[in-house]
Antibody, heavy 122, light 113 residues
Framework: QVQLQESGPGLVKPSETLSLTCTVS????????WSWIRQPPGKRPEWIAY???????NYNPYLKSRVTISVDTSKNQFSLELSSVTAADTAVYYC????????????????WGRGALVTVSS | DVVMTQSPDSLAVSLGERVTINCRSS????????????LAWYQQKPGQPPKLLIY???TRESGVPDRFSGSGSATDFTLTISSLQAEDVAVYYC?????????FGQGTKVEIK
């Protein structure tokens, strides 16, 4: 059974960098697509980025200048950094398997973490 | 970006009745190379992440009850719950994976009348 778990600070100050890590069990981050998705309270999910095959990345152009996604295969983790945060970045952040359709058990996002609420506030 | 628009925003239906949710994309999600529609549907209950129900517009994910079905092509899609159960109360989202950025509809909230 594939499981994902987000970890990181729940409170980040404006202008600072939000950093989250997703620990994966039951699958390897060396294969398939792995994504970060966020969901502000009461709003639709917003895809942030994916990493594929431990190196290929793709970013939401609206966030691209502030986002970095990376992978640590030795720990079977992948991570998100979002710089220069503002209150608009307050959301539940999810890590998920998926994001691509060409090399995936199924297209779409089939496994999700429980989510991490990150609040941007001074 | 592909804009996904769902209708209605919410609906209340009696137990056992049929539920129909519509999703429209701002451009065709039908890929000429494989004749597949690059659309998925998700169910989200309060305090939980979205759950994948359907992909390729009409293929049910493993373990999803057969009262859930998806249909449509190109720019117009439908999620149908044939007989609403109490556990189906949730927000439903469509999502396209035809192009990046991947985008979701605004959601449709389903409640019991």
């Amino acid at each position: 059974q594939v499981q994902l778990q987000e970890s990181g600070p729940g409170l980040v100050k404006p202008s600072e960098t939000l950093s989250l890590t997703c620990t994966v069990s039951g699958d390897s981050v060396s294969r398939f697509y792995w994504s970060w998705i966020r969901q502000p309270p009461g709003k639709r999910p917003e895809w942030i980025a994916y990493i594929y095959n431990s190196g290929t990345t793709n970013y939401n152009p609206y966030l691209k200048s502030r986002v970095t996604i990376s992978v640590d295969t030795s720990k079977n983790q992948f991570s998100l950094e979002l710089s220069s945060v503002t209150a608009a970045d307050t959301a539940v952040y999810y890590c998920a398997r998926g994001g691509g359709w060409d090399d995936a058990p199924v297209p779409g996002f089939d496994y999700w973490g429980r989510g991490a609420l990150v609040t941007v506030s001074s | 970006d592909v804009v996904m628009t769902q209708s209605p925003d919410s609906l209340a239906v009696s137990l056992g009745e049929r539920v129909t949710i519509n999703c429209r994309s701002s451009q065709s999600l039908l890929h000429f190379s494989n004749n597949k529609n690059y659309l998925a549907w998700y169910q989200q209950k309060p305090g939980q992440p979205p759950k994948l129900l359907i992909y390729w517009a009409s293929t049910r994910e493993s373990g999803v009850p057969d009262r859930f079905s998806g249909s449509g092509s190109a720019t117009d899609f439908t999620l149908t719950i044939s007989s609403l159960q109490a556990e189906d109360v949730a927000v439903y989202y469509c999502q396209q994976y035809y192009s990046t950025p991947r985008t979701f509809g605004q959601g449709t909230k389903v409640e019991i009348k």
